[in-house]
């Protein structure tokens, strides 16, 4: 990673400081409300799939992205508020101002699709929001290392200070062929042709969760191997003909079949 990058060591801090508000607000949470906030966390997550109705479930990798949309965008219990919300009404006094000011940058994130427009190899990516048209650079030393320009990435973007970085994302990308149809889908469904989507839509919790399914749904049949059928319908299944014949026929059968296209 180069430190010596602009902003390269801001962002490592920020990061850090993250992953450390992350920790309080679990302890906060195991203490108010155990596990059923955890299952109530995934139960949002993956509502919205419609990929195996009768076994939802998520994979590991999947967590970093369901589980910073479930800190700070799921609403929870009567008040529908998020955990963070709930955090900072506990214990905001207690934090320190840049520990309160990355929380509310948290808040103030989005979720969307991200076109990545350049990449500084272990450093960071130029990204560009396709729903918004706002561009960041987001330093990402892992990230960088594989990403390649014209991919898109479907998460958050947290603006905190002159910085930016990833504060949740997806672990599929798409090609931008690829996430178009989708992209499109969610502009008119906030009835925007042109103009970028406005950035109280997309914070919109049951937006952002359906926006989660349809992109797993899109991932899961990009995964797939295609379905092979005949004209009918039928499933392609691999199949061996064994044929006999009489051996003193052997050189005209092998005659007929080289005149066979």
Not at 48 to 59: C, L, M, N, R, V
Not at 132 to 159: K, N, W, Y
């Amino acid at each position: 990673h180069d430190e010596a990058a602009p902003g390269a060591r801001e962002a490592m801090a920020a990061q850090q400081l993250d992953h450390d508000l992350v920790d309080r607000m679990m302890q906060f949470c195991s203490r108010r409300f155990g596990q059923e906030w955890f299952d109530n966390a995934i139960e949002a997550y993956v509502d919205f799939e419609g990929i195996d109705p009768d076994a939802p479930h998520i994979d590991q990798s999947e967590l970093q992205l369901a589980m910073p949309w479930a800190y700070h965008s799921v609403p929870w219990g009567r008040m529908g508020e998020s955990l963070a919300e709930l955090f900072v009404r506990d214990q905001g006094r207690k934090l320190p101002p840049d520990s309160r000011a990355l929380v509310d940058a948290q808040m103030h994130a989005w979720l969307s699709f991200w076109r990545i427009d350049a990449v500084e190899r272990g450093v960071g990516l130029r990204l560009h929001d396709l729903l918004t048209q706002e561009e960041r650079f987001v330093h990402e030393r892992m990230g960088s290392q594989q990403a390649e320009p014209g991919l898109v990435i479907f998460g958050r973007v947290v603006d905190f200070g002159a910085i930016s970085f990833i504060a949740g994302m997806h672990p599929h990308v798409l090609s931008f062929v690829d996430a178009s149809p989708l992209v499109e889908r969610v502009k008119r469904s906030c009835r925007v042709r042109t103009r970028p989507v406005p950035l109280k839509s997309l914070r919109d919790p049951e937006l952002q969760g359906w926006m989660i399914g349809e992109w797993r749904r899109l991932v899961h049949a990009r995964l797939l191997p295609p379905t092979i059928t005949n004209t009918d319908g039928d499933p392609w299944e691999s199949t061996v003909d064994h044929l006999m014949f009489a051996r003193t026929d052997r050189a005209e059968v092998i005659a007929r079949l080289a005149l066979l296209e």
